[in-house]
Every structure is written in C-alpha cells, then in structure tokens.
C-alpha cells in the first residue's frame, strides 16, 4: 500500500449502532438508569466493533519483506529456504520493562488521582441537606396579603445560611384546603436577592421561632441587580429573567406552615389558589426550564440527585 | 600574557572557581547566560517590556499572597468577638490593626488589577506587533491560558473579603457560569458546593485562589518564558531587520564591495 493514498476507512454500519446507543444512553439519563445501561453498552459494544473496522487496514498492514536471495557464482550451496518464515516481532526485556512501567504508572496514578477527583467533584451533588422550615403557625399569615420570612435554612451555619419567601395565604382552595403561594426571593436571572415593590408594615413585624415575618403590601417584585420585574405570581413582567420566580413546596402539620423544596416554574395562569403552575425540577438561575431554550439543559443536577 | 595580578586571582579563586564548581554539576551558569544574554532585535522599545511588567505584577500578588496567607482565615463562622465572619473580622484585622497590614493588602487588591490590565495590553502589543506568528504560535497559546487562569484568579479572589460586595458578585458570577448549556448546571453546582453558597465555597474557593490556580499559572508562565527565551524577541512589523533572524556580529566578507547581495539576510 502506498503512503501516497490517504489511509480511507471503509463503509461501516457500525457508527449508526453507536450513534443509537449514545442516544439511548442520554434519554436513559432522564427517563431512567435501565435504558441508561443498555444504551452504554450498545454505545461500548458499537464503539469497539466500529474501532476495530476503522483500523483493520492499519492493524493487519504486514510489510511483505522478500527474502533477500543471491545468486551464489558457485554451484548452489544447498538451495536457500526459498520462504524463510518472516521474523516473528521480538518482545524484548527492555520492552517488558518500558509496558511495565508505564503500565505500573498509569495503575498508580489512577489510584492515587480517582479517588481524589471523586472527592474533589462528588460532594457538590451528593449528600445534600433538604432541611425544612418551619415558619410558624398559619393564622399569622393573613389573607391575600404577602409576608416577607426571612429565616435560617442551617442556623448553625450563621447568616450565610439565610433564606428568604415571600408568602401569600390564598384562603381555602375549591376543596376547601389551604392555598399558599410561595415564592423563593432569589432572582432567576442570576440569583440577586428580589425585593417586594410596596411598603413594610412594620407595626406588624413579628419573630416566631428565629423566623422574621414581615407583611408587605406589594403587587410586583423587581430586582435591583439588572432591574428584572415579576408580577404577584412570580411571572416574568420586564427584564432579563428568563422564567417565573421559584416556588417552595409546603405542607401544613399541626396548623404550622413547613417550607419543602424549592422548584421551577416555566408560567403560571389565573392566581392565588386556582393557578396553574408548570412546575419542573429546581435549576440554576438563568437556564430555561420550558420551551426551546431548554433544550440547551436536558440533565441539570437536581434530576439526577433530587 | 602577562602574568596575573594578585587581584585576578583572587577574584578567580574567591568567585570564578565556585561558579565554575557549580556549572560543571549544573549548568546554572550557562542555563543563566542563556537566559538572560540574548540577542535581540535593534528596534524593540519600551513595547516589549509589558510582558517583563506583568511578570513583575505576578510576582508581586505571588509576594504578597503568601503573607496575606497567614493572617487570613477561610471562615464564614461567626467570630463571637466581633460578630462578624471570621473571613470577614481577619480582612478587618489585617486592614486596620496588623502592622503594615493595609499597606500589603492594598498592594494585592490593586496589583491583581494591575497584573490584569498589563496582561492586556501585552496581548495587544502581541497581537498588533503580529508576534504571535510562525514559530511563537505556542508562546501566544499559553499566553491564552494564562490570561484565563489570571482572570480565574481574580474571580475567586473577589470572594475571599466575605462582604456583601463580594457575597452577591460571586452568586452572580457562579450563575452566569451556569447559564453555559448542558454542563453550566453542573459547574455551578460544583463551584458553590451544593445548590446555594455557604461556608464550603468560602474554604474551596480559598483552595482555588492560593493552591490550585496559582500552580497552574506558574507552570504556565514558566513554559511561556521558556518559548520566549528559546525563540527570542521579534522585530517590529516596520522593521528593516527580518523577525526572528540573530544578528550578524560581524558582516560578510564582501559585502562593501557589493559582492555579496542582501547583506545578512
């Protein structure tokens, strides 16, 4: 084969068997890990049939070495082996001891650094606290009217650990159940701390257990980092947000309101007790949990480890 | 030649044959000559200093962050004392009561700016002068990666004061990070730690900005000044003499006469 000629690799089916598996491997990420497995070893298993297609050529390339023949002046001097077995390809000491090294190498770093970046990188995403809030009893929570509650998601941590939500008692819902709306003060354009657009009616300040509420007369919130605005359903109004403000998941126990975990919203219709919400996994601010855009974030953490 | 003074054997006995001794087993002599004695074009100017200059910038926010390394405390712990994070009371202590302290720390808060905008303006002077082409193609690549790792080191040092400044710039920073499609999620949370930031990215960030960082970027500019040395300076684009070429210490035989054209080229 001349080195003239690029090395093409012939035709394979092998890279659509591949191409599926990866497809089946990043659906199974979301919908779940049994499709996950399957598609990884179909990607692993096309992946090394595809390999080893693609460099057939390379691999079975045997240089056709001739046996140097002459031709002796005397009389034959016993016909040469006409097909002396091409020399078999020498494994050396010096060779076993370059593998060895190398090998012995990569297995002792690999040791040493895995465990390393696990530690480094896990931590972040595993393990992680849903603590609850208790923000006291219901009845201080008037009617249609919402309450800023600021409190402490770790109080052992300190201030760094403070939390805000602004809480709206809808009354009863059709069912007769209590309805709250519960928006998380962190704006989801980039995470600045959104403030209520009305007067504190700071007559009625109360602290129930470390919880500091505060009832606001405000229909709209905005954001004084990049001046994002929403209206009383964390709707986005004006600005650079790029969906609704997160709610809190809740649950009423013994007459108190317990915070739950945070989620997204895409959009909310109607108000207070008969809206409907789109609600999906928590995400970082500024992705976009609905429509195209979301295509940019198929996996984001909380998906993955709740 | 004349026999030696008593002073040049001195000189040779007390400096010369240790250096020498030294060299033989090392090439420090050499590898310092090589270094530092270079030919370099006729025509550079004060142009070509901006990278000796951010060098020296670096070299300070490296002086001055050991020192401040000692007296600041990675804490978001309230100090009962105070009242105060303890990140936050040490930054007070080293600014208002540690001797010399304001003086040190100012120089590390405004030489990472100074070492930032000297980064830039050597870069333009690189990019204009077009001294990133063949053969400093790698030069102006980690040069890239330097600028990178410095502005990293600026973004995590921001945080470190433990103030509000610092607090919502950094939650700012860390989401917009998280704006990138598909790995931004991740990258934010593995930046702050958990989902929100707390006492665990005060401790990592400080780990990034004084170990991990400062590490990388000293390799970096260790393999950007090797290049640098081993390719030399280039000329200006308006210069007569060829980018890149030595100079000829002596010229050609010839060459008045007219017998051999282009001279040194």
């Known amino acids: 084969m001349s080195h003239d000629n690029p090395h093409v690799p012939g035709a394979s089916l092998w890279p659509i068997g591949f191409a599926i598996g990866v497809a089946c491997l990043l659906l199974g990420l979301v919908i779940s890990w049994i499709v996950a497995a399957i598609g990884a070893v179909l990607a692993v298993g096309f992946g090394l049939l595809w390999a080893r297609d693609v460099t057939r050529d390379v691999r079975e390339e045997v240089p056709e070495i001739e046996a140097e023949t002459r031709q002796g002046a005397d009389a034959p001097v016993a016909a040469q082996p006409a097909a002396a077995p091409a020399p078999l390809p020498t494994y050396t000491r010096s060779r076993f001891l370059e593998a060895s090294t190398l090998g012995l190498g990569a297995a002792i770093g690999a040791v040493v650094t895995l465990p390393v970046l696990g530690f480094m990188v896990l931590p972040s995403f595993t393990n992680l606290e849903e603590s609850e809030a208790d923000l006291g009893p219901i009845d201080n929570f008037p009617v249609d009217t919402f309450v800023i509650a600021s409190y402490l998601a770790n109080p052992s941590a300190g201030e760094v650990t403070r939390r805000t939500a602004f809480v709206r008692n809808n009354g009863p819902a059709e069912g007769g159940e209590p309805s709250f709306t519960i928006l998380y003060s962190r704006c989801v354009h980039l995470g600045c701390p959104v403030q209520p657009n009305g007067p504190i009616d700071e007559s009625k300040t109360k602290n129930v257990d470390g919880v500091e509420l505060r009832p606001v007369l405000a229909q709209s919130f905005g954001c004084p980092c990049h001046g994002g605005l929403y209206d009383a359903e964390g709707n986005r109004q004006a600005g650079p947000p790029v969906r609704s403000m997160d709610r809190y998941t809740f649950s009423i126990r013994n007459g108190r309101l317990v915070l739950g975990e945070l989620y997204a919203v895409g959009n909310v219709t109607g108000r207070g007790a008969s809206a409907t919400i789109s609600k999906y996994p928590w995400s970082t601010p500024g992705t976009h949990v609905d429509g195209v855009e979301a295509w940019l974030y198929p996996i984001v953490p909380s998906q993955v480890t709740g | ?265």
């Open chain 2, 1 to 265: 030649m004349a026999a030696k003074s008593k002073k040049d054997l001195l000189v040779e006995n007390a400096i010369l044959a240790p250096l020498d001794w030294v060299d033989e087993r090392t090439a420090a002599v050499r590898g310092t000559k090589w270094f530092l004695f270079r030919h370099v074009p006729r025509d550079v100017s004060w142009a070509q200093t901006l990278g000796s200059a951010a060098l020296t910038a670096f070299i300070v926010q490296t002086v001055t962050g050991v020192v401040l390394a000692m007296y600041y405390e990675p804490s978001s712990v309230i100090n009962p004392e105070t009242g105060k994070p303890v990140a936050y009371s040490s930054i007070e202590a080293i600014t208002n009561e540690l001797t010399l302290g304001w003086l040190v720390r100012g120089m590390h808060r405004w030489g990472a700016s100074v070492f930032v905008i000297l980064l830039f303006l050597h870069m333009g002077r690189v990019f204009l002068y077009g001294a990133y082409k063949y053969p400093r193609e790698l030069t102006w690549i980690t040069g890239v990666l330097i600028l990178v790792t410095g502005m990293l080191l600026g973004f995590t040092g921001y945080l470190l004061p433990w103030d509000q400044t610092a607090y919502w710039a950094t939650v700012v920073g860390i989401n917009l990070n998280g704006t990138a499609p598909f790995a931004g999620p991740w990258l934010a949370q593995f930046l702050s730690t958990g989902p929100e930031i707390g006492s665990e990215t005060l401790a990592k960030w400080y780990s990034l900005h004084m170990l991990v960082l400062p590490g990388a970027i000293i390799g970096l500019i260790g393999v950007h000044i090797y290049l640098v040395t081993r390719l030399g300076v280039s000329s200006p684009p308006w210069s007569s003499e060829a980018a890149g070429r030595e100079r000829t210490p002596v010229e050609p035989a010839g060459t008045r006469a007219g017998l051999v054209r282009g001279g040194g080229d």
